[in-house]
Each structure stands twice: as structure tokens, then as C-alpha cells.
């Protein structure tokens, strides 16, 4: 297989969209190959990615206890005070979880709940990917507005791992141009001159200038960036993996930091203390025996699934089944899966959800997320290779949801012994108890076990769909080749792979992109004329898109010779290997 040097220079390429050298040949590796390496590159969000700054820098962790700062007095005056966590897709998400988590911990602490969460696209884009919205300032400031109305005091954390969202920059300026009101921290995981300078229609700021602005306000007002480098995603791009599980880290360092300074004045830990228990967690998962065997294993089980048309089930309670949700949810826009591919299915459904927008299941089956609704439209139906994942904290299942003919696996933080159902594969965890208690002490530990449950069941599950969708075909060294245009960030990057394996200029590939998206060899000026959202909105409803305009481009043929090439190997990742490798003979 040819090897493709990556032309852009790295520094000009943002780190959250560069290519991870650890898993350049992940599409030739066996499940087992895939596991560890997407370990390695896990490893490096802690210890850190080159010359930049890490999770442990000394301005990061400074910062962090600043913004701890704030938010415990806005704990304390909760009347008048927000806590607002907002973002796009799984930052959104990422957002929603843990606004949910730490109300419930103030409820527990008989405190007033203070987190609110904004996700673009609304909930609807809690299960969907809703990528439109994203682009969007103007709706990202009325959501501000709309949310915070009648509030004195709010932190708000604008979560964008390529600090790059329109809906995320439009609510920083405004927060910013609104300093008596608001806090503003920018949370995203590139150096703050890769954030995104393009032009954002109907809009007067690039996201690199509203970084600028912060940067420049920061050392005189409460304007915080928090932006530590985790390293480019195992899949190019992929911010859910590596960036969403530093969002959660990080977000929750903060949270349990500030509960605890709110509760006695005074935390038990260091900032870094906490966070090192996340890399302990980290280590212990992937370093226990057995363990990456047993996730190699249900790699191989439901990547086959997914090879004869199967399904993928995640079944769980409480927030272990909303991580299941959530990595579900992320299979549509980054692999291309259909909705039914991949779902994830939660105990009590909305009565536990605790979204915004309350039950949703009326806008569709795949908003139907109870066990009850999986019980009534899916076992009945469940095919001998579809897989159901069941995730649990004490290794109790349901006993109505293993009433199924189908693969089985288990993920449980409980002993084996403690397994109430027969399953085909098993992972057992445990959390590293000693080594947390001696990070954060005993009653931290207690209070905040699950935390570190969830991020160990978003690292095995994110490796499961990974694993899954490199199986079946759809990566292309460590990229996702057939994705869909239906954002800018989604455009550019698509332009950005069009370039990199054909080696034509900017442009042409521009155009190349163009004439498959309006399906044409003869591109007039007024196509190219036209705004990126215009591009984007033809793009949208379409399929195979970029593996089109890619194709011609390295072969120099018509879009209807490529698209020929394709329905003749569905595969992507053969086809484009295979038209490289004849290109280069
Ligand atoms: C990425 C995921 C996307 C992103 C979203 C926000 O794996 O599919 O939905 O989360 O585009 O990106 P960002 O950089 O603003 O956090």
C-alpha cells in the first residue's frame, strides 16, 4: 500500500484535524491491533502531544483553578447564578451529561441545581447528528439569551475541540461584549493560532479573531481559554474520541473541584491530583489482563454484525446507558452508518434522561430509547448476528432485555462472579481503588467513582464502533474517507483529503469536490460562485460524495466513471487503495 505524506505542514494543519501517525495503518490491523493502538494514542492525552502544552501544564492547571473559583460562587449563589455548558455534537453532548451530573450532585447535597446545557441543533442533536446548526452564530447567541435570561452571574464554557464552531464563537463574543454578566471559557484542544480563521456567512468574526479578542482580554477580565493539545484523533478528525474524553476530564475536574470548595471551603485534592486519577484509570483499563482480548472480542463479534447487516445494541442504565447513547449517536455522521446500525437503549428512557426538551420519542423510532420501547420493537425481532452490548455498574442485567437470540456481550465494573446473564464475551473492570484513594482521598472516591466509570465504558465503547466501522471497510489508512458534507468544518475537511492523496492544488480539489457534489464534468462559474452553505446544502442529502470527487481527482476521469468504480467495490477502503496502488504501479 502507498504511503501518502501528509503535504499541508503540520503546523498549519490544526492538531485536532491532523493525521495520527499511531494509526496510520489501522484499516489493515487485526481487532486485537486495533484495541492497543487506539490505547496508544488514548495515552497521549495525558502525556501530552510535541512542544505544546499538556493536561498538566502549569498555565493550564492555574487556569482551571480559576475557572474552579468562579464556579463555586456560583454554586453558593445559584439564585442568581448559571453554570452554562454549551457545545455542537459531542461537545454538545459532552455538555448535556455533564450538566446532568453534577445537578443531580447539588440535589444529592441538598443545594440549588445551577448547570444548564446547549447543544446545537437542540436535543433533537442529542441522539441525530444535527450539523447545520453548528454554522450558526446568530442561533447560538438567541439560545445564550434565551437560557441565561434573568441571571446575574454566569460561567459559560463553550466547548469546541477545533476551536472552530460558529454556534460556539457567535455566544463567546457575546459574552464577552456582556463582561458584568458573563464568564467566558473557551474550551478546545488547539493552540489558539490554529483555531479556525475562515469566513462564516452572516457573520463579522472568524473564530480565530473571537480567540484573538480573548486573548487579548484575558489577563484583565475573567476571560479564560483552556486549550491543552491531546494529539490528532486516531481517525482523523474524530473529536469524539480523544478530545471528548479530554472535554470530560477536564470539565469534571473542574465541577467536583468547585462542589467541593463550595461544600467545606477547601478540596482534599490538587487540580493535577484529579486529573492523574483519570490517567490511572486510563492505564488500569487497557493494562488489565485480559481485558483488551475481551474488547478485541467483542470488536470481532459486532464488526461482523455490521458486515452481514446487523445491528449493534447498547443496553444500559443510568449514565453508563447514556454513554452508550452517546457513542451511538456518533455513528451516522462519522462513519456513514444508518440510525439503526448502532443504538443505545436507557433503562427508564426519558423518565431518567433529564434533557431539556423532555420525551421526544413521538418524532420517531430512533428517538425511542427506553428498554421498554427496545422490548416492544426490537427483541421480537433481533437477528441471530445482530449484537446486544449490555453495560452495567454491579453486573446486574434487566432480565427482560436478555430474552434475545442473538450475540451477547457484557461490560461490568463488577466482579465475574457477580454476572447474572451467559454471555459470548465478558469484560469485567475494576477501578484502581488504592491508587484513586491515594490521588483524592476516600470520600472523593466514593462520591465520584461513576465518573471514572463512565470515561472507562466511553474508551471501550468508542473502541467497539471504531473497531467496528474500520472492520466493515469504511477507513481509509486513519481516515474516514466517505463522510458527509453537511458542515464547513465537514467541507474543508473534506477538501483537505481530496488534496491529500491526489496532491492537486487548493482549488482543484475545490473544484474536484464541486463537480461531485452537482454530479457535473463541466463546473460553470457560477457553481463556484455560490456560498459554502449553498455547496453544503446540495451536499447534504447525498451519498459517497467525497470517495467520488476523490477517485476522479487521483484517475483524472468524469464523476460518472468514478461513481462507476464505486458501485463496483462498495468498499472504500478497497477501492481507494486499490486505485492508488494502480496509480502508482
Ligand atoms: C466529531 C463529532 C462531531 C463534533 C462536532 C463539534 O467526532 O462527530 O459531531 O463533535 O462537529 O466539533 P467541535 O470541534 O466544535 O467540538
Redesign the pocket.
Known amino acids: 500500500m502507498p504511503t501518502i505524506s501528509l503535504k499541508a505542514g503540520a503546523m498549519s494543519v490544526p492538531v485536532?484535524e491532523a493525521v495520527n501517525p499511531i494509526t496510520k495503518n489501522v484499516d489493515v490491523a487485526s481487532p486485537l491491533e486495533i484495541v492497543s493502538l487506539l490505547h496508544k494514542c488514548d495515552k497521549e492525552i495525558f502525556e501530552g502531544w510535541n512542544e505544546y502544552k499538556s493536561l498538566y501544564d502549569e498555565e493550564v492547571l492555574a487556569t482551571l483553578d480559576k475557572i474552579i473559583t468562579v464556579a463555586a460562587s456560583i454554586i453558593e449563589n445559584a439564585a442568581s447564578g448559571l453554570i452554562v455548558l454549551s457545545?455542537?455534537?459531542?461537545?454538545?453532548?459532552i455538555a448535556f451529561l455533564t450538566a446532568r451530573t453534577f445537578n443531580a450532585k447539588l440535589s444529592e447535597l441538598s443545594r440549588t441545581p445551577c448547570f444548564k446545557y446547549l447543544i446545537a441543533g437542540r436535543d433533537k442533536a442529542l441522539f441525530t447528528?444535527q450539523?447545520a446548526p453548528?454554522d450558526d452564530p446568530v442561533c447560538g447567541v438567541e439560545m445564550l439569551k434565551e437560557i441565561t435570561d434573568g441571571k446575574t452571574k454566569v460561567l459559560f464554557i463553550g466547548?469546541?475541540?477545533?476551536?472552530?464552531?460558529p454556534?460556539?464563537g457567535g455566544q463567546l463574543q457575546y459574552c464577552m461584549e456582556n463582561l458584568g454578566v458573563f464568564t467566558p471559557v473557551v474550551l478546545?484542544f488547539n493552540p489558539t493560532h490554529l483555531a479556525r480563521n475562515n469566513p462564516i456567512e452572516k457573520w463579522e468574526s472568524t473564530f480565530l479573531q473571537v480567540i484573538n479578542k480573548m486573548e487579548e482580554m484575558k489577563s484583565s477580565s475573567n476571560v479564560f481559554i483552556l486549550n491543552p493539545v491531546v494529539g490528532p484523533?486516531p481517525i482523523t478528525?474524530?473529536?469524539?474520541?480523544k478530545?471528548?474524553s479530554a472535554?470530560k476530564v477536564l470539565l469534571e475536574t473542574i465541577f467536583t473541584g468547585a462542589i467541593l470548595s463550595a461544600k467545606s471551603g477547601d478540596r482534599p485534592w490538587q487540580t493535577k491530583s484529579f486529573i492523574q486519577s483519570y490517567q490511572v484509570v486510563c492505564n488500569n483499563l487497557y493494562n488489565a489482563k485480559g481485558s483488551m482480548e475481551a474488547v478485541a472480542q467483542i470488536v470481532e463479534l459486532a464488526g461482523n454484525s455490521l458486515k452481514s447487516n446487523g445491528s449493534i445494541y447498547y443496553v444500559g442504565e443510568g449514565t453508563l446507558g447514556i454513554m452508550g447513547m452517546i457513542d451511538a449517536s456518533?455513528c451516522p455522521?462519522?462513519y456513514g452508518a444508518s440510525l439503526s446500525d448502532v443504538r443505545g437503549f436507557l433503562d427508564r428512557g426519558y423518565k431518567s434522561f433529564r434533557n431539556n426538551d423532555g420525551d421526544l420519542s413521538s418524532l420517531g423510532l430512533h428517538f425511542q430509547i427506553s428498554f421498554n420501547d427496545m422490548i416492544k420493537d426490537i427483541l421480537p425481532h433481533v437477528k441471530p448476528f445482530d449484537v446486544v452490548i449490555y453495560i452495567t455498574s454491579d453486573g446486574n442485567v434487566d432480565q427482560r432485555m436478555t430474552k434475545c437470540l442473538c450475540k451477547k456481550a457484557l461490560i461490568s465494573f463488577a466482579p465475574k462472579s457477580s454476572t447474572v446473564i451467559s454471555t459470548d464475551v465478558e469484560v469485567n473492570m475494576s477501578l484502581p481503588k488504592e491508587a484513586l484513594i491515594s490521588l483524592i482521598g476516600e470520600t472523593a472516591f466514593q462520591q465520584f467513582s461513576m465518573l471514572f466509570e463512565e470515561i472507562s465504558t466511553k474508551w471501550i465503547l468508542n473502541a467497539i464502533t471504531t473497531g467496528t466501522h474500520v472492520m466493515k471497510g469504511k477507513v481509509f489508512q486513519n481516515m474516514m474517507v466517505d463522510l458527509k458534507v453537511s458542515?464547513n468544518?465537514?467541507f474543508h475537511r473534506a477538501i483537505g483529503i481530496i488534496q491529500r492523496f491526489s496532491e492537486l492544488s487548493l482549488e482543484d480539489s475545490k473544484d474536484c469536490l464541486l463537480r461531485s457534489i452537482y454530479n457535473t464534468d463541466n463546473l460553470s462559474e457560477e457553481i463556484r460562485e455560490r456560498p459554502i452553505s449553498c455547496h453544503i446544502e446540495a451536499a447534504t442529502p447525498l451519498s459517497q460524495v467525497v470517495p467520488r470527487a476523490l477517485l476522479s481527482a487521483i484517475l483524472s476521469c468524469s464523476v460518472s466513471e468514478s461513481q462507476r468504480l464505486l458501485d463496483k467495490e462498495p468498499v472504500i477502503q478497497k477501492v481507494i487503495s486499490q486505485t492508488l496502488s494502480g496509480v502508482n504501479q
Open positions: 485536532t457545545g455542537c455534537g459531542t461537545s454538545g453532548r447528528s450539523e453548528e466547548i469546541t475541540c477545533g476551536l472552530s464552531a454556534y460556539v478546545g484523533e478528525g474524530s473529536s469524539r474520541m478530545s471528548g472535554t456518533e455522521p462519522t458542515n468544518k465537514l
